[in-house]
Nanobody, 117 residues
Framework: VQLQACGGGLVKAGDSLTLSCSEASGRTYDNYYMGWFRQAPGKEREFVAARWSSGNTYYGDSVKGRVTISRDTAKGTVSLQMNDLTPEDTGVYYC???????????WGRGTLVTVSS
């Protein structure tokens, strides 16, 4: 398993950013959710968004209404479009996959998002 996230960077408050994650081994996680977590400096890792291959989608309260998760099940990829970013969105964003909501079985390397005020 090699989940690889990319797309992070330095942006300004109010900007948009899209993160992408792909599985290098070719696995498509058909019966798993694929999603995103983030960890801000000095804080615990928190749930951002998840999407099942069925299309069911869940968002964390702190990002609801500002982010959209999409997934290409055939390719084993998942993306996170984030809008109206604020400095509070700064952190390392991790791609993840799991069999049930609340359980992470695979973690990818993180990608750093920094939002300046």
């Amino acid at each position: 398993v090699q989940l690889q996230a990319c797309g992070g960077g330095l942006v300004k408050a109010g900007d948009s950013l899209t993160l992408s994650c792909s599985e290098a081994s070719g696995r498509t996680y058909d019966n798993y959710y694929m999603g995103w977590f983030r960890q801000a400096p000095g804080k615990e890792r928190e749930f951002v968004a998840a999407r099942w291959s069925s299309g069911n989608t869940y968002y964390g309260d702190s990002v609801k209404g500002r982010v959209t998760i999409s997934r290409d099940t055939a390719k084993g990829t998942v993306s996170l479009q984030m809008n109206d970013l604020t400095p509070e969105d700064t952190g390392v964003y991790y791609c993840a996959a799991g069999p049930t909501y609340g359980r992470v079985e695979y973690w990818g390397r993180g990608t750093l998002v920094t939002v300046s005020s």
